[in-house]
């Protein structure tokens, strides 16, 4: 019985469900193939609420807070739907403006991401570095020309999800080369000197748009500054918690159908004029994975608690990130033993899953910098 969710919370979740059955599940194949979701998914969860749980609603969004954000997370790691990116969207970019923009930033974006008309991106990483954000190679520069204060932002980022239908990038840049400090820069995708890369191909998550971005002299006003200049680390430091909590929830959501589906398959498959599931070594794995399922459930629980009262530090949201990601790893696999052949296959959700989840131990802050920032709490 989990009791961090209220009824509204519940609610919610019922709306979250029927969409995803419904506009989601049948074309996840078809997007694989295609390797990025059509734009109108993103106007149809617009139309029904589930974008930007968090934007108040004098901008546009439900004012809804982290409870809401979490089912959402959850409900689309249930159907496995890893490949619609309404998470970095809805949960890190939205935030970023809602915590750090001014009034007239979060007028001029806010609406539009809600109604799924404004994709947002957040670019940190480069080719060249990930996880030392603080050694990146994007500048920018502040002019005064004949056209007013500007910047003019130079530089490449990779990896970067939702990069092919992004219309708004959250973007990481410095201004002295030299020292460590960073600078938030929101670019618009219609800048000139803007341009997209080829999506990128990947093992997994395979209908996310991820690629490369590029800026080449791109000008931006200065009103497209986010929060103040040289203050982008602090503010990524802040936000990375929460993103990497839904890393945990994500986990533990997906965990918790996949078991529920191992056990049916199990059941149904017949091996030896038995039922798999009758194996006591069957049954033996699938009491482990609940047992490990229920102790990250009432850990993630915990911090979304704490995020919903405001007290997710950045420690807690590594632990979360760490431990959700490992368990997830290693209880698919499990499951996916337990399939057969047919664990395998493609058409079968746990092996898709499973290809999935690997890289929940890299995006957000490999494993490696979660227990770095552990360790820095002892
Ligand atoms: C599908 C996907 C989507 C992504 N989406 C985004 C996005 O939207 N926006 C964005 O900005 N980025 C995104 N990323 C990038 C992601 O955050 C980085 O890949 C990640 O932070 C790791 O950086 P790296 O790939 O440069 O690895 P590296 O930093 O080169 O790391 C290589 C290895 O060295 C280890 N290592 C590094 N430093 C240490 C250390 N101090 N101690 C011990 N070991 C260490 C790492 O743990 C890793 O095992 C995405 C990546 C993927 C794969």
Not at 269 to 280: I, L, M, P, T, Y
Not at 288 to 310: H, I, N, P, S
Request: with cysteine; aromatic share 8%; charged share 25%.
């Amino acid at each position: 019985m989990r009791t961090v969710f209220r009824d509204d919370h519940e609610q919610f979740r019922q709306t979250a469900r029927r969409f995803v059955e419904k506009e989601i599940t049948p074309h996840l194949h078809t997007w694989e193939a295609a390797g990025i979701v059509p734009k109108s998914l993103w106007l149809k969860a617009g139309e029904a609420g589930l974008l930007c749980a968090t934007v108040p609603e004098e901008f546009g969004g439900s004012g809804g807070d982290y409870g809401h954000s979490a089912v959402m997370v959850e409900e689309l790691a249930r159907a496995n739907a890893t490949a619609v990116g309404f998470t970095t969207h809805s949960e890190i970019v939205a935030p970023y403006i809602v915590a750090y923009g001014t009034d007239e930033q979060k007028q001029r974006w806010l609406p539009g991401m809600v109604s799924g008309e404004l994709i947002g991106v957040i670019a940190m990483s480069e080719p060249g570095i990930g996880s030392d954000l603080r050694s990146m190679r994007t500048t920018v520069k502040r002019i005064t020309d004949e056209q007013g204060d500007a910047y003019i932002v130079n530089g490449q980022k990779t990896f970067i999800t939702n990069g092919g239908n992004a219309g708004l990038m959250v973007t990481a840049t410095k201004l002295d080369p030299a020292d460590k400090k960073l600078t938030l820069i929101c670019v618009e995708s219609e800048r000139a000197g803007f341009s997209k890369g080829r999506l990128l191909e990947k093992i997994g998550l395979k209908g996310q748009d991820t690629s490369e971005l590029f800026f080449d002299n791109v000008r931006v006003p200065v009103e497209n500054r986010l929060g103040e200049e040289n203050e982008g680390f602090k503010y990524l430091t802040h936000q990375l918690a929460w993103e990497r909590t839904i890393i945990g929830i994500r986990a533990a959501a997906s965990i918790e159908a996949l078991l529920e589906e191992t056990i049916q398959y199990t059941r149904d498959r017949k091996v030896f004029g038995q039922s798999v599931f009758d194996f006591q070594n069957t049954r033996f794995k699938l009491a482990e994975c609940k047992a490990q399922l229920t102790m990250l459930q009432v850990f993630v629980d915990d911090c979304l608690a704490k995020a919903m009262r405001g007290e997710l530090t950045p420690e807690v949201g590594a632990m979360c990130k760490l431990l959700g990601s490992e368990m997830q790893g290693k209880v698919l696999d499990e499951l996916l033993q337990l399939h057969g052949g047919y664990g395998f296959m493609s058409e079968y959700k746990i092996g898709r899953a499973w290809v999935d989840a690997r890289v929940a131990r890299i995006y957000g802050g490999t494993s490696e910098i979660m227990k770095e920032i552990i360790a820095r709490s002892l």
